[in-house]
T-cell receptor
Framework: KAGVTQTPRYLIKTRGQQVTLSCSPISGHRSVSWYQQTPGQGLQFLFEYFSETQRNKGNFPGRFSGRQFSNSRSEMNVSTLELGDSALYLC????????????FGPGTRLTVT | AQSVTQLDSHVSVSEGTPVLLRCNYSSSYSPSLFWYVQHPNKGLQLLLKYTSAATLVKGINGFEAEFKKSETSFHLTKPSAHMSDAAEYFCVVRIKAAGNKLTFGGGTRVLVKP
């Protein structure tokens, strides 16, 4: 069974632009969560989607948004990029809404210049 | 609110010697606890999980962890380190009331010397 895939793997953007990252969960998984990893703040929860509904949201500004499609694939969008948005963005999938095991993708490395 | 503290940001061990990574948690509810490992330029891999069953949990690659409620600790150990264990390790807590949201510790980077 294929793992969690994230595209693109690397991205360079300029301040003020917007970006969309994609995550395809493991087949059959219906929950997708997003995390931001930076050297200064570590790993922080962004949001969680289950059956196309946002179940949980972390403490990030409204510039960060996401959605989930009927096939469970998820996208996250960051608008008006700031230098501080440079990070590794990780997506994790799990079978259901209260699953113990989450499987992580390799991440998308976003650099904002 | 829940939180996780990893007591060492860096640990250096010699190959073949034991590894101990320390983790303390804070939670108002009964938590589920996890250890994840992240190798350079890779995603996170689940090593083991505690979900209110046995307090001594065995994971992959010879790792194990013991849940001690009285000490609010969940330390990770391995009897004999291998060069391939060099990576960053994260202690993680999950509260059922928070859905699938994971709260991560700051991470412990492990260096294995030959």
């Amino acid at each position: 069974k294929a793992g969690v895939t994230q595209t693109p793997r690397y991205l360079i953007k300029t301040r003020g632009q917007q970006v969309t990252l994609s995550c395809s969960p493991i087949s059959g998984h219906r929950s997708v969560s997003w995390y931001q990893q930076t050297p200064g703040q570590g790993l922080q929860f962004l949001f969680e989607y289950f059956s196309e509904t946002q179940r949980n949201k972390g403490n990030f500004p409204g510039r960060f948004s996401g959605r989930q499609f009927s096939n469970s694939r998820s996208e996250m969008n960051v608008s008006t990029l700031e230098l501080g948005d440079s990070a590794l963005y990780l997506c994790a999938s799990s079978l259901g809404a209260d699953s113990y095991e989450q499987y992580f993708g390799p991440g998308t490395r976003l650099t904002v210049t | 609110a829940q939180s996780v503290t990893q007591l060492d940001s860096h640990v250096s061990v010699s190959e073949g010697t034991p590894v101990l990574l320390r983790c303390n948690y804070s939670s108002s509810y009964s938590p589920s606890l996890f250890w994840y490992v992240q190798h350079p330029n890779k995603g996170l891999q689940l090593l083991l999980k505690y979900t209110s069953a046995a307090t001594l949990v065995k994971g992959i690659n010879g790792f194990e962890a013991e849940f001690k409620k009285s000490e609010t600790s969940f330390h990770l150990t391995k009897p004999s380190a291998h060069m391939s264990d060099a990576a960053e390790y994260f202690c993680v807590v999950r509260i059922k009331a928070a859905g699938n949201k994971l709260t991560f510790g700051g991470g412990t980077r492990v260096l294995v010397k030959p």
